[in-house]
DNA sequence: CTTTATGCAAAGTTTTTGCAGATCA
DNA sequence: TGATCTGCAAAAACTTTGCATAAAG
């Protein structure tokens, strides 16, 4: 999927979400919602306001963390904590399901998906009688670049 | 394991561990140990400082929280988020590797563990030239008393 | 007796909130 | 025009840190 033409479903699906419930699509939604959609895939809170004052875009950190929590609820974002005390941010239109390996040496964060791993949750589930959701796994360890380094 | 032998062994991996670094193993740290050993499997920092402070034991918060990350450290406590801004904190000695089902109405959290999907995590790993260290899967969804709850 | 640990209070980090004024539908 | 938003600054929630004093090895 192009990115513009992500962008465009992203701005349709927050407009559909606002209209059925009577919120508004104010310029500080549409702008935060550009910035976040036009190019970057994960991101933390911080490092997108940096970027929107460095465009010359000067919303509030108020208006950004109500704006993502916003995005979540509308189903175009996904909150991950990867074991840091802040959230980091993906697409979740444009962007099929994955999960993550994170090096923990360099931060570097890889995705994979794996269609088996799925299933036996499905199982799991099912055993303990559980409606799952959602799900978060991610593998920490070295990656081939940092292994060597490692004791 | 009964719980006294693993506090013995607890102790036993904290001083080999302070041993060896030419740390100190000071009667806050006992203490800290035993209260964590002894009983609970998984907590919250706070709750367990209240729990040590309902034992007449007053040791400070700043202590606590080193001692924690001491604790970590040596491999006694896996420390855990589950997608919300404080730790929860689980032994690892004493208690086989598990991943977790998260309630997301009443906040249960059960356990499992599945050989199959670790296989598949390896494969994974290999396959990315990653070396694992460890990793966390929560599944969150509505456990069988909150599953009619919900919408 | 040297190095490491503790307690206190203050600072830090990330996120949330109350409120008054501004703005969208 | 009325409900929702924004920005600000202050609060919140949790954790970390600097420093003086205490205590372990």
Redo the contacts between chains.
């Keep these: 999927m192009p990115q513009a033409r992500v962008l465009e479903g992203a701005e349709a699906q927050l407009a559909r979400y606002l209209r059925r419930r009577r919120l508004k699509f104010t310029p500080e939604r549409r702008l935060i919602l550009r910035e976040v959609f036009e190019h970057h895939d994960h991101f933390e809170a911080d490092a997108l306001l940096v970027r929107l004052r460095g465009r010359g875009i000067a919303v509030s950190k108020a208006t950004l963390y109500r704006t993502l929590a916003l995005l979540v609820r509308a189903g175009l974002l996904r ?1 991950e ?1 990867f ?1 840091e ?1 802040h959230s980091h941010y993906e697409h979740i239109l444009g962007h099929a399901h994955h999960d993550h ?1 994170v ?2 040496r360099c931060g570097k964060v ?1 995705e ?1 998906s ?1 269609k ?2 799925e299933r ?2 499905d199982d ?2 099912r055993r ?17 670049e940092c ?1 060597d380094e ?1 004791a």
């Design positions: 909150q904590l074991g005390r390996v090096c923990l890889a994979f794996n088996d791993i036996l949750q799991i589930c303990h009688a559980f409606r799952p959701q959602f799900h978060r796994m991610a593998i920490y360890g070295y990656c081939s292994r490692e």
